[in-house]
């Protein structure tokens, strides 16, 4: 059975940081890219980056680059969102998403993790 | 403002047949896949629909998808109380892009 399970949200003021992680089981992790995508309150899905299984290339949407750093730890089946420069309107539950390099193909999502920035 | 277009909302009674549409352009629907994903009340969003109109396993056939030209559509037939819930679509275009969703309520 594929689980994914983010951890790492919480509270955070305006211009700090944050890492999230999500650690993966039931698949082979190695071989697989990955994706970050978050809802902001009552609001619809917004992609935020992706990182591909062989090749390490990473990408982002253009309201996270240069703030978020995607990477992901093949030895430990776990992927991360480093958040830097934090911002009242990154506010969201952030869910990781096995798949979304190359595709619209998002074939397992996690529980999702909430990032609140208030001051 | 996404460009995919899908309406806002969107109702049925138990047993009747409704269609969810998202609209695009030749450079989006046109020439790429569409999929659709379901949220249910407070969880994580599921894969209802890929590749236009293949259903994972463990979905039930009441859902159907289709695509034809720029637009795209999921149809559920046979609606219960438990379809209840937020739909988007979504395609590839350099990255992935959602519809704006469609609240489905069952009356």
């Known amino acids: 059975e594929v689980q994914l399970l983010e951890s790492g949200g919480g509270l955070v003021r305006p211009g700090g940081s944050l890492r999230l992680s999500c650690a993966a089981s039931?698949?082979?992790?190695?071989?697989?890219?990955m994706s970050w995508v978050r809802q902001a309150p009552g609001k619809g899905l917004e992609w935020v980056s992706a990182?591909?299984?062989?090749?390490?290339?990473?990408y982002y949407a253009d309201s996270v680059k240069g703030r978020f750093t995607i990477s992901r730890d093949n030895s430990k089946n776990t992927l991360y969102l480093q958040m830097n420069s934090l911002r009242a309107e990154d506010t969201a539950v952030y869910y990781c998403a096995k798949g979304g390099t190359g595709s619209a193909l998002l074939e397992y999502w996690g529980q999702g993790t909430l990032v609140p920035v208030s001051s | 403002q996404s460009v995919l277009t899908q309406p806002p909302s969107a109702s049925g009674t138990p047993g009747q047949r409704v269609t969810i549409s998202c609209s695009g352009s030749?450079?989006?629907?046109?020439?790429?896949?569409v999929y659709w994903y379901q949220q249910l009340p407070g969880t994580a969003p599921k894969l209802l629909i890929y590749?236009?109109?293949q259903r994972p396993s463990g979905v039930p056939d009441r859902f159907s998808g289709s695509k034809s030209g720029t637009s795209a559509s999921l149809a559920i037939s046979g609606l219960r109380s438990e379809d209840e819930a937020n739909y988007f679509c979504?395609?590839?275009?350099?990255?992935?892009?959602f519809g704006g969703g469609t609240k489905l309520t069952v009356l």
């Open positions: 590749r236009n109109d």
């Open positions: 990182i591909s299984a062989y090749s390490g290339s990473t």
């Open positions: 030749s450079s989006n629907i046109g020439s790429n896949n």
């Open positions: 039931g698949f082979s992790f190695s071989t697989y890219g």
């Open positions: 979504a395609i590839w275009d350099d990255s992935v892009v």
